[in-house]
């Protein structure tokens, strides 16, 4: 996936000495020239940006109790994320009108859809999913346990970098053994892994205290992101790990309060 660069300091006396130069050349010479400065500003190494979200988008259902899609991209659509990681997705099942929801989010916002099952459901696929502005190198669906249906996780990797989403059990016994399962996957990896989610599981939890000893947490926990017309809980979580080389520019829980049950989440981190 491609990642934001962000400004590069190209010092003065050099953009001084170039436009001096392309004065007194001939209007050819000094074209070519121009064009390789710029050329050479917009590659310049630089460090890079990324808009990670996580959205608990509930089948398209909002709170008026109606499906809507185009409504959820426009939410996407106007936080502008490099990678979106979505819980409570349909594929072709009969309750959601047999769509397959991530491909027509994908036309909806431009970016490339990712579909991990979890089960079946009304005759058709329920799980989650990720929309990125770049496809995955690779990826796995992991089955995770659930005592009240089964669970998932999707691991994405990149060159660079490994992206994740999941959502856990109700329950904490399962979201216990979901967490140990993560970690065993990303083990083999050794570069910055980030993961998305509706976790299930409080701030104040041990489930989260587990999580977070391997894990550097990334988004807001003091903003509650469950029911969205009143939030209560903070249950959705961004976190990062194999990486202490980066900042973290914004952590925002939006409020957005129709398109979902659940609030939209996202954070900018801009990797040293």
Not at 56 to 72: A, E, F, K, V, Y
Not at 84 to 103: F, I, K, N, P, T
Request: some cysteine.
């Amino acid at each position: 996936m491609k990642v934001k660069s962000s400004e590069r300091f190209i010092p003065l006396y050099t953009v001084r000495l170039v436009l001096i130069n392309i004065l007194y050349m001939r209007k050819e010479t000094s074209l070519l020239i121009f064009i390789l400065f710029i050329s050479f500003i917009s590659c310049a190494p630089g460090k890079t940006t990324m808009r990670v979200m996580s959205y608990n988008i509930r089948i398209g259902i909002g709170m008026d109790d109606s499906i809507s899609l185009q409504r959820t991209a426009d939410v996407i659509n106007k936080i502008k994320p490099d990678y979106v990681g979505l819980q409570e997705v349909d594929s072709v099942a009969e309750r959601s009108g047999w769509v397959d929801q991530v491909r027509e989010l994908a036309k909806l916002t431009g970016l490339k859809p990712v579909f991990a099952s979890a089960t079946p459901r009304s005759k058709g696929l329920y799980g989650i999913a990720a929309l990125v502005k770049e496809a995955p190198l690779s990826y796995k669906n992991i089955a995770l346990p659930g005592i009240e249906e089964p669970r998932t996780f999707l691991l994405m990797e990149y060159n660079d970098y490994i992206l994740c989403n999941t959502h856990f059990s109700l329950r904490a016994p399962s979201r216990v053994e979901s967490i140990q399962i993560i970690h065993a996957a990303v083990k083999e990896y050794n570069k910055p892994t980030l993961i998305t989610g509706d976790f299930n599981m409080l701030p104040q939890s041990d489930e989260f205290k587990l999580m977070n000893a391997e894990w550097a947490l990334l988004s807001d926990t003091t903003i509650k992101t469950h029911p969205s017309v009143d939030p209560k809980w903070t249950l959705d979580y961004i976190f990062i790990k194999n990486s202490d080389k980066f900042e973290v520019l914004n952590k925002v829980v939006v409020t957005e309060r129709m398109a979902s049950d659940h609030l939209p989440i996202y954070v900018d981190i801009k990797f040293k």
